[in-house]
Each structure stands twice: as C-alpha cells, then as structure tokens.
C-alpha cells in the first residue's frame, strides 16, 4: 500500500519559517511528479508548488520567491521550505504524487499537516 507521510507542520509567527517533509513508500519516487497543496478552511484545495520527476519546478504566485520545493530520491522525500510565512498561508497541507504513463494514472495523497501562521 503506497503512503505518503507528511511531518514538520506547527504554529509559528508571521515573517517565521517552516520545512515541511513527506516521506513515500510502495512507489518508484523517482518517476513521479510530487506536488505539494493546501486547503485552508471553507476553500478548495489548491496547488502550492510542484517538482517533476527532472526537477522542474512550479510554483503558485501566492509562495513564489518564499517557498522552495525540492526533492531526495535517495531518501523517497519531497521537501517544502516556507519562509516569510504570512497567516494567510495558515492551512492543512497535503503531499501528492502524481505520475501517468501508457494510459495509467497513479495520484496519490498523504494525510495532511496543519501549518497555522499567528501571532
């Protein structure tokens, strides 16, 4: 069974910094495009950054120049680096991994980590 877990969410203060890591196992990580999204309460989930399987890189207007994803595969791991955090990036994100090929679609989800961003 593919699992995605997600950790290093937590309260911190505007302006501070957070990195988040999701661990995947039961995939070839290598070959999947890992995503990361959010969900903050009341809204849809929407894309923060993504990482292909050759590392290219998109981001949401909302996080670039603040957010850096980046990826491990010798460790399976994606990475989000969250700095100058704003409330308005308080929300429960999730870790995605997302990979079609021949016709076949494979997206999976972690469980999701809180990140609230308050004084």
């Known amino acids: 069974q593919v699992q995605l877990v997600e950790s290093g969410g937590g309260l911190v203060q505007p302006g501070g910094s957070l990195r988040l890591s999701c661990a995947a196992s039961?995939?070839?990580?290598?070959?999947?495009?890992m995503g990361w999204y959010r969900q903050a309460p009341g809204k849809q989930r929407e894309l923060v950054a993504t990482?292909?399987?050759?590392?290219?890189?998109n981001y949401a207007d909302s996080v670039k120049g603040r957010f850096t994803i980046s990826r491990d595969n010798a460790k399976n791991t994606v990475f989000l680096q969250m700095n100058s955090l704003k409330p308005a990036d308080t929300a429960v994100y999730y870790c995605?991994?997302?990979?079609?090929?021949?016709?076949?679609?494979?997206?999976?989800w972690g469980q999701g980590t809180q990140v609230t961003v308050s004084s």
């Open positions: 990482i292909t399987s050759a590392s290219m890189t």
């Open positions: 995605n991994a997302y990979r079609s090929s021949l016709g076949i679609t494979r997206d999976y």
């Open positions: 039961r995939i070839t990580f290598s070959m999947y495009t």
